[in-house]
């Protein structure tokens, strides 16, 4: 992939509550991860870290940008035959009903006539959102049991917010949730921010908050590290992890200030070890 700069930063916190960080990030340009093991089962940290490992071998080998869809479907049934091997494992040592599983929110650069683009999926309640002149969207649509009841009218997005069954998801890799993933493409130029999140941050603070850091945040490391510092000031119930991307000098025309941001970021790479 040609002609593409991305700038990025990544943050996690294990919270106030868990003692265990279940969440795992990859941030190997062009592929961008955040899975979140699933809390009530079997070791949640081994299967998230398992997706990671399967992106990260892909982004070692290289993939063909024409197949997006294809790449990343066969990455998340490898990784899926991984777990589940390691279910077997268990329950042969005596876990009967072990059952570990993961979210999963992926992000990389394919070509689509012949025009480099995102290709965004998930799987579970994490989340994608993007800034586009200076608005925050949410792009991917959560898989859990209060989105579809908000989806039938049943009850509204605030009542799903402090709905006793947030927290059940409909999809996932491993467990009992189905593998069947949404696929999102964006233009770089309609994306000029990406973040990735689990639901420790997308749970713990709104939508409001997260574009006010995102926007006025020009570092995507600082961002990041911003975006998780907020969910856990704000109790901190779940592990919170974020990956922020940038598309770096795509318009002369457009209101990011590339030339301030890479310089920016060259100054505190130097300052960092």
């Given at each position: 992939?040609?002609g593409?700069e991305?700038?990025?930063?990544?943050?996690?916190d294990?919270?106030?509550v868990?003692?265990?960080?279940e969440d795992?990030f990859?941030v190997a340009p062009?592929v961008?991860?955040?899975?979140?093991g699933?809390?009530?089962?079997?070791?949640?940290?081994?299967?998230s870290?398992?997706?990671?490992?399967?992106?990260?071998?892909?982004a070692d080998?290289g993939?063909?940008?024409?197949?997006?869809?294809?790449v990343?479907?066969q990455?998340?049934?490898e990784?899926q035959l991984?777990?589940a091997?390691?279910?077997?494992?268990?329950?042969?040592g005596?876990?009967h009903d072990f059952?570990?599983?993961?979210?999963?929110v992926?992000?990389?650069l394919?070509?689509?006539?012949?025009?480099p683009k995102?290709l965004?999926a998930?799987l579970g309640?994490?989340r994608?959102?993007?800034?586009?002149?200076?608005l925050?969207?949410?792009v991917?649509v959560?898989?859990s049991i209060?989105?579809?009841?908000v989806?039938?009218g049943?009850?509204?997005?605030?009542d799903a917010a402090?709905?006793?069954?947030?927290?059940?998801i409909?999809?996932a890799?491993?467990?009992r949730g189905?593998?069947?993933a949404?696929?999102?493409v964006l233009p770089l130029s309609?994306a000029?921010r990406?973040?990735?999140?689990?639901?420790?941050?997308s749970g713990m603070?709104?939508?409001a908050?997260?574009?006010e850091?995102l926007?006025?945040?020009s570092?995507?490391?600082?961002?990041?590290?911003?975006?998780v510092a907020?969910a856990v000031?704000?109790?901190g119930?779940?592990?919170a992890?974020a990956?922020v991307?940038?598309?770096?000098g795509?318009?002369?025309d457009?209101?990011?200030?590339s030339?301030?941001q890479r310089?920016?970021?060259?100054?505190?790479?130097?300052?960092?070890?």
């Amino acid at each position: 992939m040609t002609g593409v700069e991305l700038h990025h930063g990544a943050a996690t916190d294990v919270g106030r509550v868990r003692t265990v960080n279940e969440d795992s990030f990859l941030v190997a340009p062009p592929v961008f991860v955040v899975a979140d093991g699933m809390g009530g089962h079997d070791r949640g940290d081994v299967a998230s870290r398992i997706v990671v490992e399967e992106f990260a071998r892909l982004a070692d080998t290289g993939y063909d940008p024409a197949h997006g869809p294809e790449v990343i479907a066969q990455t998340l049934l490898e990784a899926q035959l991984r777990i589940a091997d390691y279910d077997a494992e268990q329950r042969a040592g005596g876990a009967h009903d072990f059952a570990a599983g993961t979210t999963a929110v992926v992000a990389l650069l394919i070509e689509q006539s012949t025009e480099p683009k995102w290709l965004l999926a998930n799987l579970g309640d994490s989340r994608i959102y993007r800034i586009n002149d200076g608005l925050l969207e949410q792009v991917s649509v959560d898989h859990s049991i209060v989105q579809e009841l908000v989806e039938a009218g049943v009850i509204t997005a605030d009542d799903a917010a402090v709905h006793p069954e947030r927290h059940v998801i409909t999809r996932a890799i491993g467990g009992r949730g189905r593998l069947d993933a949404d696929f999102f493409v964006l233009p770089l130029s309609g994306a000029e921010r990406l973040m990735l999140c689990s639901d420790g941050v997308s749970g713990m603070i709104d939508d409001a908050m997260i574009g006010e850091i995102l926007t006025r945040t020009s570092d995507p490391r600082d961002a990041a590290d911003e975006v998780v510092a907020a969910a856990v000031a704000a109790g901190g119930r779940d592990n919170a992890t974020a990956v922020v991307v940038d598309v770096v000098g795509l318009a002369d025309d457009r209101p990011y200030d590339s030339d301030a941001q890479r310089v920016s970021l060259e100054q505190k790479l130097g300052a960092r070890p």
